[in-house]
């Protein structure tokens, strides 16, 4: 009876992914508070990365649902299939194993917007209007500005002049239109700083955008209840309702979790749990230092052992310095998207990225500290007639041991910096705050990511010089 009812929890639990930008946010607590009402275990895995990230992580089975548009699956995802109705964009993905609601009730087009005043100083009313212009400033979502259905797609359609355009956060795109430094980015067209920010929406005068009707995807074998209370979502959200939501969090400050419980209407938004600001920290530290602590114990057990080889095989000594240097030049961004095919979102991809990035200060440091013994004193060890690898165990690794440690030191604090990034693929840790406080404009969200892993880093750096007094010969200590 027991395994059967384990069996069945399992069954029914699901897992809800979302984008990381605010209406993402938003849909994704609304789906995950709807399956809790309808007795489903949900839970959240919030801004986890883009459409692609999150539809692989669909097909993988990562999460079982997320919030999506009809116009991203078309253009993105089934790109070149020529879908024109939701009947074929249904089969289409039916063929991947992922089914959609019905749409909630809002199409959230893309648009392209200007400040009113700006836009009206030039006499700007719609997307045609910008080929007169290939001087104005034009700065776009990162993933708008490759997309299909984005950039490159408009900039044909419309014959648009504007070389100089840059990929940045949506919401800092928008904050940086407000202020001046931009004159047009895209919009969503639910965004609250449309109004809040006296924004203009460009007429799209020959309609290049397609709808983009907001739907919940579930794979298939989702649990029936979750499924049913998705379902029951499909025409409760019009556009205007989405916006304020969308405003409550942006411009109110209200967490996204107490918005989507204000209008499931389940709870009173007054009554909605919300974590103190101490607990957040504590989880975020526990996440933290295991994404730290774990990936650095394995660049330990591996790197010390490759540093060695180094230093005492000739032949093995390039390759080897040779692969960890190249696995450390990789940027951080790129290496994580590397590892999610293999891997999926979560801590894993994360601690492979911090676990190749810590092996080459280990590395270096050991094989330097290894080739940097005297040649008197290993002559000297040779002399006792000492076994290799007792002289090297006995004698030369506590020699080197200042150099090791040293690296060891680099690589976790190193860590502690990189370990943030893991936020954007579901990781957790001190990015999270951060990544949502750059979302939402938010300092002290933003702060209370980055002084704790200050804070870390510093306390890191105090316990390796408390180490050292331990793993290093007293004769050699500094």
């Not at 964009?89 to 200007?114: Q, S, W």
């Not at 690898?389 to 506590?398: A, K, S």
């Amino acid at each position: 009876m027991l395994l059967a009812v384990s069996a069945h929890a399992q069954d029914t639990a699901v897992t809800v992914g979302s984008k990381t930008f605010t209406e993402g946010v938003v849909l994704g607590e609304v789906a995950t508070q709807a399956a809790r009402s309808a007795g489903v275990d949900a839970i959240h895995r919030r801004e986890i990365g883009g459409t692609r990230v999150l539809w692989s992580a669909l097909l993988r089975g990562d999460v079982d649902a997320y919030p999506e548009y009809t116009g991203t699956l078309t253009e993105e995802i089934f790109a070149g299939e020529a879908i024109d109705s939701d009947a074929a964009l249904a089969a289409a993905l039916a063929r991947e194993g992922v089914r959609m609601t019905e749409p909630l009730g809002f199409n959230n087009t893309y648009a392209i917007g200007m400040v009113e005043a700006r836009a009206e100083a030039l006499g700007i009313a719609a997307i045609s209007d910008l080929a007169a212009h290939p001087d104005l400033r034009v700065g776009v979502s990162n993933e708008f500005l490759d997309r299909a259905d984005g950039w490159p797609g408009l900039r044909a359609a419309y014959g648009l002049p504007q070389a100089d355009v840059r990929g940045l956060d949506h919401d800092l795109a928008l904050r940086a239109l407000a202020a001046g430094d931009l004159d047009a980015t895209d919009l969503y067209s639910t965004d609250a700083e449309i109004a809040a920010f006296d924004l203009r929406v460009l007429v799209d005068d020959r309609a290049f955008f397609p709808r983009y009707d907001a739907v919940i995807l579930y794979r298939d074998g989702t649990a029936p209840a979750a499924v049913a209370a998705w379902d029951a979502l499909a025409g409760t959200l019009s556009a205007d309702t989405m916006a304020a939501l969308n405003a409550r969090v942006r411009l109110d400050g209200q967490p996204e979790a107490v918005v989507a419980a204000g209008f499931l209407g389940d709870r009173p938004a007054g009554e909605m749990a919300v974590a103190s600001r101490a607990e957040r920290v504590w989880t975020r530290t526990k996440e933290h230092l295991s994404l730290v602590g774990l990936s650095l114990l394995a660049a330990i057990l591996v790197a010390i052992p490759l540093g060695v080889l180094a230093a005492k095989v000739a032949w093995l000594e390039a390759p080897v310095l040779g692969v960890v240097s190249v696995a450390y030049t990789i940027p951080s961004l790129a290496l994580l998207v590397f590892m999610l095919p293999l891997l999926g979102i979560g801590a894993a991809p994360a601690l492979a990225a911090l676990f190749l990035y810590s092996l080459l200060p280990i590395v270096r440091t050991t094989h330097a500290g290894l080739t940097g013994i005297a040649p008197v004193l290993r002559e000297s060890a040779a002399a006792l007639g000492l076994p290799a690898p007792v002289r090297l165990w006995r004698i030369e690794l506590p020699l080197a041991s200042p150099s090791i440690l040293a690296g060891v030191q680099t690589s976790a604090v190193i860590n502690v910096g990189t370990a943030t990034l893991g936020a954007l693929v579901g990781a957790g840790g001190y990015g999270q705050p951060i990544l949502t406080g750059i979302r939402l404009d938010d300092l002290g969200l933003i702060l209370e990511g980055a002084v704790p892993s200050a804070l870390l880093a510093l306390a890191v750096q105090g316990l390796f010089s408390l180490a050292g007094r331990w793993a290093i010969p007293r004769g050699l200590r500094l």
